[in-house]
C-alpha cells in the first residue's frame, strides 16, 4: 500500500520564515547573503538569514508526518551600533509562530538559543558597520 509520507523539505521551512523578515518594511533582508538590488549590494540597515547547522528531527528524512526543528542566523547590519540593534529588535518581532506561514507545516514554537551581547563594528570592509547575530530555533509540526 503506497504512503502518503515524503521528504520533509527545509526549503518550504526556510521560505516562510523569510518571508515573516522580508514582511519588515525598513531594511531588505538577503537569503544567506547580504541582499542586493539588481547586481548592485546594498549598504545597511539589512538583515541576512540562514539556516545552521543543528535542529532535530524526531523521525526518518523520509517520513513528511515528524516534527523538525531548524535553527535560522539572523545577522542584523547597521550603519550605526544602535541601528543594528534596532534592526536586530525588529526581526526578533516577527520571530513567532503566528507570523511564520509553513506549507504543510505550523511552527509550534521559536526560541532564541543565542545571542550576541550587543553590536559588534566590522571594519574590514570599506565603510564599517556594525552587526548584531541571533540564533533561533523554529520547532514544526506536520499540520
Known amino acids: 500500500m503506497p504512503s502518503d509520507r515524503t521528504t520533509v523539505l527545509m526549503k518550504p521551512i526556510f521560505d516562510g520564515v523569510w518571508d515573516a523578515l522580508d514582511a519588515i518594511t525598513q531594511f531588505e533582508t538577503g537569503r544567506n547573503e547580504r541582499p542586493k538590488s539588481g547586481n548592485?549590494?546594498?549598504n545597511p540597515p539589512y538583515a541576512v538569514l540562514s539556516i545552521i547547522p543543528g535542529g532535530d528531527q524526531d523521525g526518518p528524512l523520509s517520513d513528511s508526518q515528524v516534527d523538525v526543528t531548524i535553527r535560522f542566523r539572523v545577522i542584523a547590519a547597521g550603519k550605526s551600533h544602535s541601528e543594528a540593534l534596532v534592526v536586530s529588535d525588529m526581526c526578533a518581532a516577527e520571530?513567532?509562530?503566528s507570523k511564520i506561514t509553513i506549507t504543510g507545516r505550523t511552527v509550534r514554537r521559536?526560541?532564541?538559543v543565542a545571542a550576541s551581547s550587543g553590536a559588534d563594528r566590522?571594519?574590514?570592509v570599506a565603510t564599517p558597520i556594525f552587526f548584531d547575530i541571533q540564533i533561533?530555533?523554529?520547532d514544526t509540526v506536520p499540520t
Do not use: C, T
Request: hydrophobic content about 35%; aromatic content about 6%.
Open 122 to 124: 566590522d571594519d574590514d
Open 110 to 112: 521559536i526560541s532564541k
Open 95 to 97: 520571530m513567532k509562530p
Open 40 to 42: 548592485e549590494l546594498l
Open 136 to 138: 533561533y530555533e523554529v
